[in-house]
């Protein structure tokens, strides 16, 4: 193991798993009872992705949930009451109320941002958060995550390509659970690994069996500490499977039996609680007593969230438009002149690598040929224009001056 797990890393796993299942579990049955007024996704069968990948994150680091991802959620810090409130739209909730599901985030103390709805949207947002991180000195990282089906947005590709053109350190995981609403995977996307997409931009990939949890875990922590080294953003394909349907109100049942069948047997918390078991690494009592606790934990902060109240009708017509109720201020962490230019790493002139042509070897070698130093032709000084020309007009050609 790369990143050796200490005994109560590996229970840490086991319970976020489990806090996560029991969550929903008990959100499931306040769907029923009409008491979730929004949207409600499952994340069953995923546990092992969601949280496997936060816990590689630090304290500093930013994460942009998507809707399977409640159990990242709970090991970023946010507790299951609010998680309950906020879909049962109570004001004690993060968005006081005005959201059922889980649009909110937290970008004071737990470095949250909220997920919106568009998919694929979260990627630029996040490359750009990594990048102002880089430029303020934090020496942060922001994860993010997609799906199969988002895999496929424009925002995806158009983030992934200013992610890595930027070396933003970014870890982009792609939740690869076989379904998009009803469309499967191989039915939307023409390659076998979504993890190959990122190479159309020369960013780094890993593929993982996002059931196991141990193994999410450390490629995600070897993600983390790439980007954290400044190598650029990664890309990891987590394999799993979506057990339930889209949201509450789809049964599924365009989903192969066998298919669900396979996956059932690959369930993340089953397989951790044997591996844990053959490992050592606890016994039934200490099972018996986190699940136990874990029960006692969600019965509490679901007492707590209902016996809420709802906002008061007056509070729609607030919040609508900032009006100067937050400063917006960078943190800068070191000093300013050592991460701005002329201090900072990224230099404001800059080489052109090579010609671009597709006899570039050849053409290298004659150029440089009666170039006594050997660089001259190869990398031409580029420098911001000294005079730049009025904007909107273009540069007039020699052989058509005079013609406009
Ligand atoms: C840009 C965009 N297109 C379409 C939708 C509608 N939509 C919401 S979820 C979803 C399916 C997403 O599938 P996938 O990305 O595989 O995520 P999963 O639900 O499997 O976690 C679609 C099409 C959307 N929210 N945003
Ligand atoms: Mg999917």
Known sequence: MKFPLTRDQHLELYYYMRLNRSLEEHMVRLFRQN???????????????????????????WMAPMIRNLGGLLVKGVAPRAIFAQHMARYTSPTLGKDGTSHFGDLENLHIVSPISMLGDLIPVMAGLAIAGRYLGQKIVAMTWIGDGGSSTGAFHEGMNFAA????????????????YSTPVGRQVPVKNLADRAKAYGVNSYIVDGNDVVAVYQTAKEAVERCRAGEGPVVIEAKTMR??????????????????????ALDPIARYEKYLTEKKLWDSKVKADMDAQIERLILEEQEAAESAPFPPPELAEQGVYCDGCHEIKARWERPIKEVTPPGASVKPEWKVE??????????????TAGNSSGDGARRATVKPAKKSRPAGRAKVPAHLKGRR
């Open 243 to 264: 057990m339930k349907g889209h949201a509450q109100h789809d049964p599924a049942d365009y989903v192969p039996k066998e298919m669900v069948d396979y996956w059932q």
């Open 165 to 180: 053109s930027q070396g933003a350190p970014l870890v982009l995981v792609i939740e690869n659970n076989q379904w998009a």
């Open 35 to 61: 008491k979730i007024v929004g949207g409600l996704y499952s994340s069953l069968g995923q546990e092992a992705t969601s949280v496997g990948t936060t816990c590689a994150l630090e304290r500093r680091d």
């Open 354 to 367: 090579g010609l671009g042509g597709m006899d570039e070897a050849a053409a290298i070698t004659r150029l």
